[in-house]
């Protein structure tokens, strides 16, 4: 059962509700079964809560009056002593009857909501009495009325008794603590982790894992959970053995008050990759609860998952001829590097340029996204000219659903250049930047500012003339390995061409270097980043038959791709890959 479960079947049991149905069993019922037995039990509520309130039916039929009586004190004196609710709480009648000119005292019929009352938000720790008394048909009512108001006071049986809901702020709920003992899991090993909870009071316990924030995630081969040990008064059930299940919990343990140590078995693959970890847990003090509020959490410090390194993967974005634009995630495997396709969202005919300001790149992993930040900056942000010529940046995102947020204007005038392409970060600031060649030739240079409230980009530097020479400028990554950011420029003739990245703002280009002829047989070429999991920059190109070809990357800057291999094909639906 997971813990949303566990939470709503607690709920209802505690409120106890008294109905006509009789407690059946697989066989026929026993006369012992018949036997109206009724009891009450403390509950703990949570300010802001409205606890409803009855007995508990055990067995048999309950077709008679229920009395129902509250007190702020333990219902052992005498009737009417401390009759009522704590100040600033409000009683509820529901579909019982009040009695009249007593006080929180109500008769409810065998069904319908039960009485109870609403502890105000900021409730300090305090507690509601109440007692019961069942009255069958044609019995003595005010009796039943005299048993409830004084039901502390009797010995509990079958038919009357006397519990308390104790009203604990989330500050004391706070006391109840939880550590970890965390060593790190070795690839193809196991190893033990320990947490210690000091528990004032009994609560639900359930522990889960997640990915640490902050870090690059991927477990392919999941860490495996079991070995429990516990301790006297904890009782637990095993969820997902599989570390992390982001969909689901590993542990659920129901911990009477004391101290408890609770152990289990993390055993990693011996091809894992390494990760950054943490243990999350909760602890529910309270049986009448909000389901976010009321939960202590606790999230431990970040523990090590040891393996082979995890390297950032890249993708492709795709415009199709309808507008809409589509991402390929990377999966690492040189032969399906790209993932099936996710929607991006529509109405992206209307840029005449797309480019990305570097390689679409997966971000490090953060449980409640991360809007644009110095995090997101490197991840493939997103220029856009449209057919006014004014140019609109798209800063990367995560965890959303949608990697870009809402555009941002950059300015108007850039219908002047007949080419825009993403840089990368060229003069190695931490920015990225972008390049665009205008109508005469001349290739100019925006340094990126890294601003999310002013300007994008500085002014222009001029970095050359005789850039109309090409008719495809693919940059954005290191292809040879030195770290720096380079281009790729194809020529009208065909002849693919490198430019290193000298990692100077002015002149952020070395001479040229020859890759290699018949490079017009493709319409688009994009410098991709890494789509083989092996920490180089790769290359893809579509045919004019629609057919997608990769170039695996060396680092070596004499040749810096392999022979290209067949990866896909119907590519010609698009427009614009980038």
Not at 55 to 64: A, D, I, L, N
Not at 108 to 116: A, E
Not at 303 to 312: E, N, S, W
Request: with cysteine; proline share 6%.
């Amino acid at each position: 059962m997971n813990q949303a479960a566990r939470r709503i079947a607690a709920f209802s049991a505690a409120t106890g509700l008294l109905t006509m149905a009789t407690l059946a069993n697989s066989g026929t019922a026993t006369a012992e079964d018949n036997v109206l037995r009724l009891s009450a039990h403390d509950q703990v509520a949570a300010p802001g809560t409205a606890p409803r309130l009855s007995p508990k039916v055990e067995s048999g039929t309950p077709g008679g009056k229920t009395v129902i009586a509250f007190s702020t004190k333990p219902l052992t004196g005498p009737a009417g002593y401390g009759a009522g609710v704590p100040k600033g709480f409000t009683t509820q009648a529901n579909d019982c009857t009040e009695v009249a000119g007593l006080v929180a005292v109500y008769v409810c019929g065998p069904s319908g909501l039960r009485p109870g009352f609403v502890v105000p938000k900021d409730a300090p720790d305090t507690a509601v009495h109440w007692g019961f008394a069942y009255v069958p048909k044609g019995g003595d009512l005010a009796a039943g009325i005299e048993a409830a108001r004084t039901a502390g006071a009797r010995p509990a049986d079958a038919t009357h008794g006397s519990a308390k809901v104790v009203v604990k702020t989330l500050a004391s709920a706070a006391l109840n603590t939880v550590d970890h003992d965390l060593p790190p899991v070795p690839a193809g090993g196991t190893v033990r982790q320990q947490i210690r909870v000091h528990a004032i009071d009994g609560g639900e316990l359930t522990v889960y894992f997640r990915f640490a924030d902050g870090y690059l995630a991927r477990m392919p081969k999941p860490i495996r959970f079991g070995g429990i040990t516990t301790g006297p008064g904890a009782t637990c059930t095993v969820g997902s053995t599989t570390v992390p299940d982001l969909n689901g919990w590993n542990l659920n343990c129901r911990l009477e008050p004391g101290d408890h140590t609770i152990g289990y078995e993390l055993t990693g693959d011996a091809g894992q990759y390494a990760q950054h970890l943490r243990v999350a847990t909760t602890y529910n003090i309270y049986n009448f609860g909000i389901w976010d509020s009321t939960y202590l959490r606790r999230l431990s410090v970040p523990f090590a998952a040891q393996g082979r390194p995890v390297l950032p993967r890249h993708g492709l974005l795709a415009r199709d001829t309808t507008g809409a634009l589509f991402g390929y995630s990377g999966t690492g495997v040189a032969g399906t590097p790209l993932t099936a396709r996710y929607r991006i969202g529509t109405g992206w005919q209307t840029y005449s340029t797309l480019t990305s300001l570097s390689p679409d790149e997966q971000g490090p992993y953060y449980w409640g996204g991360m809007a644009p930040s110095a995090v997101t900056r490197s991840l493939g942000d997103l220029v856009a000219r449209d057919a006014s010529g004014t140019l609109w940046y798209y800063d990367r995102q995560l965890g959303d659903g949608n990697p870009f947020a809402p555009r941002v204007k950059v300015g108007g005038g850039w219908s002047i250049y007949d080419r825009i392409a993403g840089a990368g970060d060229l003069n190695r600031d931490g920015y990225v930047d972008l390049l665009a060649r205008d109508k005469a030739g001349v290739l100019w240079l925006y340094k990126g500012t890294g601003s999310f409230t002013s300007a994008r980009f500085k002014s222009r530097v001029r970095i050359g003339g005789g850039w109309g020479a090409y008719d495809q400028l693919a940059g954005g990554a290191d292809v040879t390995g030195d770290g720096r950011a380079d281009l790729l420029a194809r020529d009208r003739a065909g002849v693919l061409w490198l430019y290193r990245g000298t990692g100077s703002g002015t002149t952020p280009y070395a001479t040229r270097t020859k890759i290699g002829a018949g490079w017009n047989t493709y319409n688009q070429l994009v410098v991709a980043g890494d789509l083989t999991d092996d920490g180089k920059a790769d290359a893809v190109a579509r045919d004019t038959a629609g057919i997608l070809w990769l170039y695996k990357g060396t680092s070596n800057p004499a040749a810096p791709f392999t022979t290209r291999t067949r990866i896909g094909n119907g590519w010609n639906t698009y427009n614009r890959i980038f």
